[in-house]
């Protein structure tokens, strides 16, 4: 079953840009969704299927993902981007969905 | 724009039951209720997101995380378009928010509900 490893903590300027990986072997075989969740809110899906964009959510918010490691990329951060990000998976081994261990966001 | 609204929760003894309600409303033209698997998630204070359950489109499969199996039942009202989650057997460990989440028969979470509290202390 998947465990999806997320490094706890990311800290970036303003106007730069933030990578958040997600890892996990071979995670690049699989569909990769994740989601936004400013404190005290529900999350928010901001890129499914590896990378696209639901209607809403800024050209900003890309992602990618091969190999063991799919990645969330944010671009020129805004501080209203500070928030936890979590990567997610449906694992067809288990029939279970499986998170990330989730990123906190810190913008400088 | 679905619109999903929870209640139920609070404060509950440890061994004690309680039961979540979701009620959804706000579908596009064309589609309903039970268009839509529903998912609770929950969240521990202070820590990451956990999927505990599944329920397709007709309830005719649930799938069940392995730390509430055998403790939680989810059931689904389509011409009320309501969601249950009756959770039996509370432990201290199933302190959390609960979210009711609906997805388009897909693997990833279009619409989250609010969130509520569910404590389990003595």
């Known amino acids: 079953s998947y465990v999806l490893t997320q490094p706890p903590s990311v800290s970036v300027a303003p106007g730069q840009t933030a990578r958040i990986t997600c890892m996990e072997n071979?995670?690049?075989?699989?569909?990769v969704h994740w989601y936004q969740q400013r404190l005290g809110q529900a999350p928010v899906l901001v890129i499914h299927d590896d990378s696209d964009r639901p209607s809403g959510i800024p050209e900003r918010f890309s992602g990618s993902n091969s190999g063991n490691a799919a990645t969330l990329t944010i671009s020129r951060v805004e501080a209203g981007d500070e928030a936890d990000y979590y990567c997610q998976v449906w694992d067809t081994t288990t029939d279970h969905h499986v998170f990330g261990t989730g990123t906190k966001v810190t913008v400088l | 724009q679905v619109q999903l609204v929870q209640s139920g929760g609070g404060l509950v003894k440890p061994g004690g039951s309680l039961r979540l309600s979701c009620a959804a409303s706000?579908?596009?033209?064309?589609?309903?209720?039970?268009?839509?698997?529903m998912n609770w998630i929950r969240q521990a204070p202070g820590k990451g997101l956990e999927w505990i359950s599944k329920?397709?489109?007709?309830?005719?499969?649930?799938y069940y995380a392995d730390s509430v199996k055998g403790r939680f039942t989810v059931s689904r009202d389509n011409a009320k378009n309501s969601l249950l989650l009756q959770m039996n057997n509370l432990r201290a460990e199933d302190t959390a928010v609960y979210y009711c989440?609906?997805?388009?028969?897909?693997?990833?979470?279009?619409?989250w509900g609010p969130g509520t509290l569910v404590s389990v202390s003595s």
């Open positions: 989440v609906a997805d388009f028969d897909r693997d990833y979470f279009d619409y």
């Open positions: 071979n995670i690049g075989s699989t569909s």
């Open positions: 329920i397709t489109l007709s309830g005719g499969t649930i």
């Open positions: 706000g579908f596009t033209s064309g589609f309903t209720f039970s268009d839509y698997d």
